[in-house]
């Protein structure tokens, strides 16, 4: 398990970002790399940023998990319904890790759910029910089938960021996370993961009406 902070203090106008995310999958599907992502936009902007990794069985396919924290946090481990957000690049991995977003409270809605899944009518309904009721915003895209069909299977970790970022509450900068993929993806990848990007940020446009 490895701990990040940032060196920087940022300016008083950037003080008022405090994220705290969890992002969950095997081993294989990027979760570290979508996590650099997250890292070199919090440290680009100037953020303090704190974070852990939990690399689990991730040679053989195993959970992969990591907490980050964007502002000013003490402790790199973010808490049982805590998180602001949730992205999942495995249904399964998303269903062990719900556990982690913030219910709605004091007229502020829940935390944020991105789920990387073939079929967004195929969720449990107990557990959708339960998410309904804490007002925790849940959203189903297929990244693989998008990372497949444009050539780049290994991109769909990019494509559900596209798709998150569309939504008009999440907290990153599509402009900004495009500077920080340029940044840490490997040149021979770094044009299609653009490309990628782009195109779910573009599908989640058309399908996230809330």
């Known amino acids: 398990m490895n701990q990040q902070s940032a060196i920087r203090t940022p300016q008083s106008a950037l003080e008022r970002m405090n994220i705290q995310m969890i992002i969950s999958g095997v081993g294989g599907q990027g979760v570290?790399?979508?996590t650099r992502i997250f890292a070199a936009?919090?440290?680009r902007e100037?953020?303090?940023l704190i974070g852990s990794e939990d690399h689990g069985m991730s040679q053989r396919g195993g959970s992969v998990m990591t907490h980050l924290k964007?502002?000013?946090?003490?402790?790199p481990l973010v808490k049982k319904g805590s998180a602001d957000l949730l992205l999942?690049?495995?249904k399964n991995e998303a269903y062990k890790t719900l556990y982690y977003l913030k219910p709605a409270s004091n007229g502020q809605d829940g935390g944020l759910c991105f789920i990387n899944a073939p079929n967004s009518n195929d969720m449990n309904k107990e557990i959708k029910k339960y998410l309904q009721e804490r007002r925790i915003g849940v959203y189903v895209f297929g990244a693989d089938q998008l990372a497949r069909e444009m050539g780049s299977v290994q991109s769909a970790n990019i494509a559900l960021i596209g798709f998150a970022a569309a939504h008009h509450r999440f907290p990153f900068q599509?402009?900004?996370?495009r500077e920080a993929i340029e940044q840490v993806t490997s040149q021979r990848?770094?044009?299609v993961s653009l490309?990628?990007?782009e195109k779910g940020f573009l599908e989640g446009k058309k399908s996230i009406t809330e």
């Open 32 to 34: 570290l790399l979508v």
């Open 41 to 43: 936009f919090a440290l």
């Open 46 to 48: 100037g953020y303090p």
């Open 70 to 75: 964007i502002g000013n946090f003490d402790s």
């Open 88 to 90: 999942s690049l495995e």
């Open 174 to 177: 599509p402009e900004k996370l």
């Open 189 to 191: 990848f770094r044009e």
């Open 195 to 197: 490309k990628i990007f």
